[in-house]
């Protein structure tokens, strides 16, 4: 039976701190960020109502009637119980009454006719013109570029303006300027254009960089697993190496390689060759460049894996091998390769699924670029949510895009793990060497 | 095929591990290297097939000079202690490796994989992978494979030492079987003395890197040319007294042992006796003292230890039945005729 120990969940407790704090609360802000418009203009606490004349475009496309929208264009001057209190506020008691005496109930459709209705007052004349025009904005009901804290501040606006009760949701919905629920992010995920390419672009990154890993692993291995031990180590630390230097510093090292002074156009410049930017001039340069960035990061992953398997094969089977008859290249094709299956078959479902989500190389290497020719799921994500070239920061967009990485990241692992089997994987063989 | 290994040095990061070893094998015969762990018995055969390179000498199979030749090109079979069957391979497959890498056409390999299915008695089990046979399949499997090919010579390392008692009694025999029927010239590494008596024509003892004693099984039992090869043969092992020659008697501290005609004009003074457990009992008269130190029943057989009145101790095998305790004295004699003599330094007289 197991026992309960409070000493094993004081060591589990920093790690599921750990998972809960780095993993699962990004997976879960990020569904709920999916859902959501959160952009920089909406920000991710609440907002206020504010109706301006560009909203009112948005108006005339909802089912709003005409007539809330004529009132919504068109600025009433009524003198109403609340206007003359505004005015009697503004100045003084005895100006109200007296212009509820001569004008109470009026509505005047313009700032021209309100000011008259001032100027009719003779107990208590306004004599500047200037005060007329601002007392006149006392009568105003119109709920234009006009903030609203809370939602009742708004509605409340709205009934004062006349416009029916319906209208009103509508253009509760129109004037809001916070985030709100939504499912229009996946909608325009799968209709862009643009999502569609950077579907392609990940695919072709993907299979190209993964070729080149396992491919390059493979040879490195091999090789250096022929090579006497002294030299094989040599080789093998020098391949790791792109592995262990900080991002930043491989990639620069990759600009000085292929910019347009750089080690590569300097060199071809002794054959004539004018000087260019081997990194970012044309799309199939930039595609180079990123996969033999990826890809000699992740070969050499690859070579110590495969080079860690090879050595596991028993040396009497190699002897054996050789004594068979088998030369150097059916001895690899023959008796190496086929007990590497697993580790390649592992290598690469890992990989695929890590250069599926990373894009720090892409983006210090190229951003995406030229022209969004290398930009990958990933980093438009990126780019969508926390980079984007126009300022508005699409949040909610860009958590969309990071929510289909993260649903493909589930549903392959959980893939990988049934057909990889682990149970069986990590059991004893059944042969002893 | 006749196997000439001359001068043969085998060095390993400066250390000489086998300094200029002769050995000849008979076309058709079979050769057991014996020897304990570290003698160079493993090493010489795996510089017979190729997988190391020799420091110095040369080898030939028949008029073949083969040693500066990569084993690859050797045409040898070599079973593995492990038996290094490739487990992602079936065992047709296995067998037919050294066919396939030849690039032979597929008839004449099924023809040859099935002939030497039959010789080893495999034939049922081809379609089967390594991990799914048994420690004694896996070896007809090795077998199969090593021999598929016709190589000139057919290298044993240990090929029993993985398998159960039982097996390994069955393989004893369907090896030796399988090599007479073929009539391949043959070498057996092993470190047990039984094996290469029961499998071998001949046997080379090594120690150190060097053969001390190349004869066939029975008169290397019984005409050791020193202790370590007497004590090497035979189980339960051989048991030594020291003895002085005196009055035309070996004079031991339990008594005294008499001299064989053939022995008498070649010793004197103090040497060794070598005395085989089944040459020490109540059938052989008497004149030793002793008491029974242990007994070890084996069914069959019963084994004593005798601790003779200086200390030493004999052993004795006799037919079971007699049942004496622990702590009895007996008196007991020798069979004077196969007593071994040596001197003090352990070389035969």
Redesign the interface.
Known sequence: MPRFNALGFGFLAPAMIVVTLFFLAPVILTVFFAFTNMSTSTGITGGEYLLTQSSLREVRARSVSEETVQKLESTVYAVDEAGLARLAAARDAATADELAALHGGAEFTSRREMERALKDLRENRIRSTRDRKTLADLFTTSVMDERFQTETEFRTALSAANISEPDQSELVEVAYTGWTWTTENMRLLFSLDSSWRYAANTVFYVVLTLSFNVGFGLFLAISTFYLPAPIANTFRTIWFLPRILPPVLYVLMWYWLTWDTGIISSFMGLFGVSPRNWMLDTATNAWVVIILINGFVGASLGMILFSSAIKTI?D??L?????????RW?QIR??IL??L?WPILFTSSYQTLSLLTSFEYILLATDGGPGGATEVWALAAYHTALNNYGGNLQYGLGAAYALVLVVIGIVTSALYLRFFNFKELVSKP???? | MQLRLKNFTKTFDGLTVIDNLDLTVESGEMMALLGPSGCGKSTTL?TI???HRMNGGTLHFGERDVSDL?????????V???Y??????NIRENIA??L???KLDTATINRKVGEIAELVHIPELLGRR??QLSGGQQQRVALA?ALV?QPDVLLLDEPLANLDAKLRLEMRSEIRRIQLETGITAILVTHDQVEAMSMCDRIALMKDGKIVQLSAPDQMYNDPVDTFVAGFLGNPPISYLDANVADGQFQTGGGGIAISDALKPKVSGQIQLGIRPEYFGPQFGSGLQGKISFVETQGREDLYNVTLSNGAVLRSIQPSGRRLKLGETVDWGVDADHALAFTTDGARI
Not at chain 1, 319 to 327: C, I, K, L, M, T
Not at chain 1, 430 to 433: D, F, P, T, Y
Not at chain 2, 70 to 78: D, T, W
């Open positions: 028993p009497s089977m002897y054996a091998s050789e004594v068979d008859g088998a030369n059916q023959f008796i086929p007990q299956r059944r042969i002893e060497q | 795996f097939c190729g997988i990569p084993s690859q090109k050797r045409n040898v079979g070599v593995f202690q492990n290094a069957l490739y487990p992602h391979m490796f050294p396939r890498v030849q390594p991990a494979r090919r």
